[in-house]
């Protein structure tokens, strides 16, 4: 889902209010999801941290961490329940001809039934 869940998702937010990532519909939307019962598995381990999973070419912006958080893990409740970690290979993205997209994870408790 390429939606910016919240003004801490987003390097200055206000530059971003008329973009459809950031359009109050689309957000509401997402938070329908976790509503829902989806949990946001970034979110919930970096629950008060500055954590971005974009950042465009232009401007500068991976140096500068003027980033995005528009890339999500959403987990069921079986799957949240087992959640150990999640995050962003940030460093990924400051490789050479890079995606503008950083990979982001998910480790998950064994069920032990395998």
Same mark, same amino acid.
């Given at each position: 889902?390429? =939606? #910016?869940?919240?003004? @801490?998702?987003?390097?200055?937010?206000? @530059?971003? =209010?008329?973009?459809?990532?950031? !359009?109050?519909? =689309?957000?509401?939307?997402?938070? @329908?999801?976790?509503?829902?019962?989806?949990?946001?598995?970034? !979110? $919930?381990?970096?629950? *008060?941290?500055? #954590?971005?999973?974009?950042? *465009?070419?232009?401007? *500068?912006?991976?140096?500068?961490?003027?980033?995005? !958080? #528009? *890339?999500?893990?959403?987990?069921?409740? %079986?799957?949240?329940?087992? +959640?150990?970690?999640?995050?962003?290979? @940030?460093?990924?993205?400051?490789?050479?001809?890079?995606?503008?997209? $950083? %990979?982001?994870? =998910?480790? +998950?408790?064994?069920?032990?039934?395998?």
């Amino acid at each position: 889902y390429n =939606v #910016i869940p919240t003004e @801490r998702d987003v390097y200055k937010p206000e @530059r971003w =209010v008329d973009d459809a990532l950031f !359009r109050v519909e =689309v957000r509401e939307a997402f938070a @329908r999801l976790t509503r829902q019962g989806w949990t946001d598995a970034l !979110r $919930a381990m970096h629950t *008060d941290e500055t #954590i971005y999973t974009y950042w *465009d070419y232009f401007r *500068d912006a991976y140096r500068r961490n003027a980033g995005l !958080r #528009i *890339d999500h893990l959403l987990l069921n409740p %079986p799957a949240a329940a087992r +959640l150990v970690s999640s995050g962003v290979d @940030r460093d990924v993205r400051g490789w050479q001809k890079a995606s503008d997209h $950083a %990979p982001t994870w =998910v480790e +998950l408790r064994d069920t032990g039934t395998g």
